[in-house]
């Protein structure tokens, strides 16, 4: 149980132009996402919490107006990179959770975008 | 904040032999979580091991095992009889409100 899936998984793109990626839990409620970010041999880095029908929560030096995140369901949550650059280039990782066992999260397989 | 530090980039292991990895933790919160992840070559974080603070018991999963020192805020991870599928990178993270804050990282390389 407690699976959590990221559409698409690689994604190429056009500077200037916007992504949309997509985490989903597939069999549970996820009160609340988060959504990381990672560069090559590196740490995850936390970039914003969102809490269903809620505003995300975005960590300390990360751009809301860049990274849109939306979590209209209990099951889906999206993050759009607008205006991509190629420094937006980097691996973006979503985990699930539910209210009460949040000290666990769910990580979904991330997604590898590419900017050219 | 909470910062986690993990004090060794790389680590190499002969397979079946026992490898450690170290971990210490910076909180003034009394109750939390601590927990070992492992991110394969397929970039798919998989939880490890977890830790509660107010056990004093030290977590165990199969051949993987923790030292936790609460005191001296250190989280240890050992793996025994190291295979080849445990190649990857561990990372050590600590969970307080709910947010997890990670440590650098540590590759592990399980050699033939």
């Known amino acids: 149980g407690a699976v959590v899936s990221q559409h698409p998984s690689w994604v190429i793109c056009k500077s200037g132009t916007s992504v949309k990626i997509e985490c989903r839990s597939l069999?549970?409620?996820?009160?609340?996402m988060f959504w990381y970010r990672q560069f090559p041999k590196q740490s995850l880095m936390l970039m914003a919490t969102s809490n269903e029908g809620s505003k995300a929560t975005y960590e300390q030096g990360v751009e809301k107006d860049k990274f849109l995140i939306n979590h209209a369901s209990l099951t889906l949550s999206t993050l759009t990179v607008t205006s991509a650059h190629p420094e937006d280039s980097s691996f973006y990782i979503c985990s699930a959770g539910w209210d009460y066992h949040l000290y666990e999260q769910f990580f979904g397989p991330g997604t590898r975008l590419t900017v050219l | 904040a909470q910062t986690v530090t993990q004090s060794q980039p790389e680590m190499s292991v002969q397979e079946a032999e026992t490898v450690t990895l170290s971990c210490t933790y910076d909180?003034?919160?009394?109750?939390?979580?601590l927990f070992w992840y492992k991110q394969p070559p397929s970039r798919q974080m998989i939880l490890v091991i977890r830790q509660e603070a107010y056990k004093q018991q030290n977590a165990t999963e199969n051949r993987f095992s923790v030292n936790f020192q609460k005191a001296a805020k250190s989280f240890s991870l050992k793996i025994s009889d190291s295979q080849l599928g445990d190649t990857a990178m561990y990372f050590c993270a600590f969970n307080s409100d709910y947010k997890l804050s990670f440590g650098a990282g540590t590759t592990v390389t399980v050699r033939a």
């Open positions: 909180t003034s919160e009394s109750n939390y979580y």
């Open positions: 069999d549970f409620q996820a009160t609340t």
